[in-house]
């Protein structure tokens, strides 16, 4: 498994390129970045050979699309989608994500209609550039209710909905936040294939009552109660070897700079390594 | 279009025989029945001299696959669809229809996965057999809270769940009653393409306020206020070619003979039809 | 039918703007042209204003994708056919037509499996804009061993192409000449669904033992042999309702003036529309 | 990994329940047999405790489809096939297998264009009860040329026809013979996700030159000169955990006892596994 960083929880980066040297300096292999970005700036050789310059591979880059309203907002993230697929398949990278949120306005069957066909589309586009899609299931309790109606917010429920899409390359983008916030247990990560994983996401939480977690009031890694150890050693267990990729998101941008930022989550990422034995 | 009768609205029939003969006697052209009944009982060669015998074509066999409960229960109505599937081939009927309840108590984006990926394992059967499965909606406004929560009843919904399946041989089964009820105009007909139609369910409903009208207070076709009409006019204009089978839900059966009760549908059709101008 | 012109045996043409004027004049109706360039031209406005002006509709885009190759090819093409597709939608444009070389360097089978995977993605990316995608067998005989391998040329091998690709949003493009070179009758036309059908190619051929019929030798319509009145009418008969769209494939560019081809061309039309009575 | 013993190499064998009895015995894991015959004469829970006594699994159940001929052929199959799916879903087995000729007396590309239909169906069928489908690609040469046209019998082949396939649980029945006869690598085999191999069959080849190599000239495990060491380790290496089942093909049927070929079995896994460090 890959330790990933992303720019949630490093406070106010400059950057990609920012991230990418943090990660680099602080013994991280993978990074969440927009890829087309940084082919822009650096063409492809370019952006190849800075990732390579600091050890790092994309772990993912988030899917460009609107696929949660209407058909025409849809539309118009296809040509970036094929724009983004094909310049992560320039750099190697090989997964892209998105999130689910627990509920909408829209009417949920309906919606699920919708969304099945557009994450299709999604789908098919990435597999043409050998990219898979990760889909995120969101569990903090009061996003379940932040919207008029209930939509999915399980683990199963999102497996089912990747048997629904029913495209070869879909699986799950695993966040432990959601695995904690769903009460899941060290069984059920042991209970899939490690190809039904497309991109894992690490972060801690506070010592609340499950039901008051908040989305965006997560830890760094080892500073909450999430069981990361179990997380990190079931996932290892079962064969998954991609990238393990810290989000935080937190209500107010952390103050500290970038750099001491990424020395705490260098910090939190090796005491839930050790604890986990890996 | 063939003018087609089911067992629904002909009170106590012996059995689909029973059915075939008066269809055949009132100058019908379709009947719904069970082919793999009829083989079991004449064989597949005496099934089909049967129909012919009468002057009759199957216009729809039902789906024999609980597809709405758990997944164990779909399982069971596998090997049950492809018997009716290929019994339905061989007596050269092309088209399998079930219907869509309007509310659901499971929750309704969970279950629209499960019965996404349910009904594409039934289309891929049935596609294997040169069926097409079609979906009806239904419009009945009690029937939209019947169960605890809304799952999709408009005809816009269901062509996006055909989409969201995705398969080729996919379309609607069209009722009279579910357009009425569902208030969709002459010109909701007229956009759709006669191949997005499976088969036609035609029968009247009360002169009441639309949304007290019953799903089992069905009238026969020109004894109530449906512009059958127009709904005829429109559906042979779009170059719709296939069966148009009165389908009348009772709350109780009528007690007439299914002899009248045929004698009574004829009229009925010979009514509208005639209005319609064909 | 619309009367459709491509640039195909108009000569010289300047640019699409020059056919949609030439197409305006002479009473076609529908051409087949780059909406992506037209609208990087005039604007997406302008683009509709200027077809609407010449009162012609778009009848297909071609599919600017390289399907027959390598994969890295393929995946070159992926974001151009996104652009096309957004363009051809905003004009609102609803077909995109490839061909198929009946033979192949490639072997046959492997190379199958490949353009199968590669066709359902742009099929996926065409639908995800209500697109079509038509294809079109090519029957002249010479170029069934052009190359290495037999591939496909048949109506029938296509149809049964298409029910692998799968998706609902893929149909043959009928091409007058192919439908000759096969030996193709009246009655396969009769036996398909205009759905079956996403555009449709008009020429003529030459008074030549049907095996040595050229690709690039065809004629005008009406200057040749094919029964272009039985092959309009059957399209019309099974409700067709697209485009018939010129296509002359020559070996040497027609030296008259556009001007006096689109009015040969018209004339052509005229005679084959007059003796298939529409 | 299972070890797993099929019928194929241990002579006259009575039924499947001396094939159970003898891998038990013999300390084999897994056994390749007929699902619905064993449920048809011990029931289904008859079946189970038959299995658990002699501590074996299914390890996969072979395709009862016709998908090489005809439409027809190929639809008289799809009943026995949901009815095998059931079976083999009752008793645990979640793999069923069929094999590709590498030659076809029909055309390449259009029998192709078929068997792909098919096959979706298949998956999709086997998909409903939780079971998935693998493809053995086929490498002895003399079997290439042993109809009229080449097929496909490599890996990458069989890889990108199982893209094309498109359904989630088709992957590859990897067989060490057709592994040998096609000349592939351990590279090859550490460049596939175990996710990718839905069953494995072992066996050796003699010393000939790899050309001359028959397909019914197979030897037992460790008695020729294949790297079974190094297929198993590579295997093992890449997380595959299903069942490595032999299968014998010979001109000859054995003339030894079942119960001496199981033993003579036995001694060949024993070895392999051995020089393979497992």
Sequence with gaps: MLRGLSGAGLGKLENDEHLIELAGRYGFQAVDVDAKGLIERHG??????LLKKNNVVIGSIGLPVEWRSTDEAFRQGIVKLAQAAEAAAALGCTSCCTYILPATDLKAAHFMTLATRRLRI?????????????????????????WKNPFIWTMQETLD???AIGEPNVGLLFDAYHWYTNELTIADIEALRADQIVHVH???????PVQDVLDNGRLYPG?????LAGFLRALNGIGY????TQEILS???PTDSPESLAERSK???????KAAGL
């Design 44 to 49: 492809a050789d370019g952006a190849r050979e």
């Design 251 to 253: 209500a107010a941008a």
């Design 267 to 273: 910090a939190g990422f090796d005491k839930v390594y």
């Design 223 to 227: 500073e909450g109660v999430i069981d």
């Design 241 to 244: 070897k991609g990238a393990v």
């Design 161 to 163: 909905w990747i048997d």
């Design 122 to 146: 999604c789908a098919q586009i990435l597999g043409g550039y050998g990219i898979r899609l990760g889909l995120e299931f969101v569990g903090p309790h009061h996003l379940r209710t932040a």
């Design 202 to 208: 690490i972060n801690d939480a506070a010592d609340l």
